[in-house]
């Protein structure tokens, strides 16, 4: 089983939809989860951090936690084309070791 | 301002070349990283920087060899590397080395023929 596994892609939306990216991890010691965009070629791009249970909001992302399940989402709502690159959730726990897993490839068809 | 900068953005070596890889941040963060990031693959932890000190080293080869002159300053020295260390190099910076956000740079693209 790998540390942290992101739903396969690739996933295609059309504009203006909802677009749902999730990620499970496996170490229940994980204190901080991140969602990174990353356009080919280019270098990760923090979208989104929550530390805590709950949802977190910003603009058109909204950031889902449960440490229960060990389960972090990331919904982005009203799709835009600029959407259209890999998401890469990362797990960290202490001393700043991240894991990432292996993104999902989201396209936003106009 | 949360820039972290990496010069060179391309590099092409030799295997027998040295050459050295440099990640500059000036926004007080006291955690410097280096990843390796091969094509359509995430991220992979290479080195962990923290007060200027060596806290982890993810098994790497030692022709990779990390310096950090001062805590603004992450370098990689290259020495007798492979093809197969083609990749992308990425530095990033956190505030502690704990569980903080990671601000990554532009990155390296290295290729070692």
């Known amino acids: 089983q790998k540390e942290v596994e992101q739903n396969s892609g690739p996933l295609s939306v059309p504009e203006g939809a909802i677009a749902s990216l999730n990620c499970t991890y496996s170490?229940?010691?994980?204190?901080?989860f991140f969602w990174y965009r990353q356009y080919s070629g280019k270098s990760p791009e923090l979208i989104m951090f929550i530390y805590s249970n709950g949802d977190k909001e910003d603009g058109r992302f909204t950031a889902q936690l449960n440490k229960a399940s060990q389960y972090v989402s990331l919904l982005i709502r009203d799709s835009q084309p600029s959407d259209s690159a890999t998401y890469l959730c990362?797990?960290?726990?202490?001393?700043?070791?991240?894991?990432f897993g292996d993104g999902t490839t989201l396209t936003v068809k106009p | 301002d949360t820039e972290v900068t990496q010069t060179p953005k391309h590099l092409v070596m030799g295997m027998t070349n040295k050459k050295s890889l440099k990640c500059e941040q000036h926004m007080g963060h006291r955690a410097m990283y280096w990843y390796k990031q091969k094509a359509k693959k995430p991220p992979e932890l290479m080195f962990v920087y923290s007060y200027e000190k060596l806290s982890i080293n993810e098994s790497v080869p030692s022709r990779f060899s990390p310096e950090c002159p001062n805590s603004s300053l992450l370098n990689l020295h290259l020495h007798a590397l492979q093809p197969e260390d083609s990749a992308l190099y990425l530095c990033a910076s956190s505030q502690e080395p704990s569980w903080e956000t990671q601000y990554f740079g532009p990155g390296t693209r290295l290729l070692v023929l």
């Open positions: 170490d229940r010691g994980s204190q901080s």
């Open positions: 990362a797990v960290q726990g202490n001393a700043g070791k991240s894991t």
